[in-house]
């Protein structure tokens, strides 16, 4: 299974109480749908295989996995060539060795190649993680600072997490599931339960306890603002925008994802600059976030068209162990 989702929309809490399972062998942060797939040319030219072998095994997010190169290499070449094939076998390697069952992998916006996910694998299950944004946008906020030009980027990030979302829920609709965050902070039992059933799992309450990530159950759970008690879930980022966000930022959210808003089932707030705000949000604010919002979305679509692959100084040196 892949669960999938923007950053800062409770991913890592999902992966906590699933790497809590018996039967789950949990990984995360690989990417390999972005920097590996199809990017080495058809996988039974000998020559492509091994560059692409060797690029994963010395990419360090893959170190983890310990991976038996030479192994890899030879169950791959007594099968389909295909790069779902080669990026199974370093998972299904590093379950075995844990005792488990199934794997599952943990990347930020595996939602954008959904359609590849499903083609390498037909009874693929995808878990979608979406947060309100304004709640996402606050959490960036008090993770990175008060830079308040952010809010174009980051709303445009959001609408294109939603979007590809409703998207998928469309084309692949038994595979899909999308999960909101204040469900899971809400109801994690009850939230959990669709979560296992659509990943085909037996639900357990062990899950709830964390125990598969001790350093995010130490840390407190699933909040940015506070510490909590050890394996605790709170609700206390909900609507924690209306506190830390500023009303034009809240208003330009609401005013330019509303659709996105209302498909997902998140409510207007009402929140609205008053007076001289008011005045300035239309003259200034809007204008200057609907620029960085294009802006923002113009640098990601150039970056998908020159993206060369993994960034070299995420790969060890060749040689190295």
């Not at 946008?137 to 409703?166: F, H, I, K, P």
């Not at 609507?239 to 659709?259: D, K, M, Q, S, W």
Request: charged content about 30%.
């Amino acid at each position: 299974m892949f669960l999938a989702g923007a950053d800062r929309s409770g991913t890592t809490l999902l992966f906590a109480l699933l790497a809590s399972h018996p039967d789950l062998c949990m990984v995360r942060r690989t990417n390999v749908w972005r920097y590996f797939d199809g990017r080495y040319g058809d996988l039974s030219v000998p020559a492509n295989l091994d560059r692409c072998l060797d690029d994963m095994c010395r990419y360090r997010r893959m170190r983890h996995l310990a991976p038996e190169k030479d192994r890899i290499r030879r169950e791959f070449l007594a099968g389909p060539p295909t790069y779902g094939r080669l990026f199974a076998l370093f998972f299904e390697h590093h379950a075995e060795r844990a005792g488990r069952a199934r794997w599952g992998d943990k990347s930020l916006h595996t939602e954008h190649h959904a359609d590849r996910v499903f083609a390498e694998f037909p009874n693929a299950r995808i878990v979608h993680m979406l947060r309100d944004p304004r709640d996402r946008y606050a959490s960036v906020r008090r993770r990175n600072g008060q830079d308040l030009s952010r809010v174009g980027a980051a709303t445009a990030r959001w609408m294109r997490s939603a979007r590809a979302a409703a998207r998928n829920l469309e084309r692949h609709r038994d595979g899909y599931l999308v999960v909101r965050y204040e469900d899971l902070a809400r109801e994690p039992e009850r939230t959990l339960r669709t979560v296992c059933r659509h990943i085909g799992v037996p639900y357990t309450p062990a899950m709830l306890e964390m125990e598969g990530l001790p350093e995010h159950r130490a840390t407190g759970g699933n909040s940015s603002f506070g510490d909590l008690e050890p394996g605790r879930i709170s609700t206390r980022g909900i609507g924690r925008y209306r506190e830390v966000l500023r009303p034009h930022e809240t208003a330009f959210i609401e005013l330019v994802a509303r659709r996105q808003l209302a498909r997902f089932g998140y409510e207007p707030s009402g929140i609205r600059p008053v007076g001289a705000a008011r005045a300035r949000f239309y003259a200034y604010d809007l204008p200057v976030a609907l620029g960085r919002m294009a802006g923002w979305t113009v640098a990601t679509r150039v970056q998908q068209w020159r993206d060369p692959g993994v960034p070299a100084g995420r790969l060890d040196p060749p040689g190295a162990s």
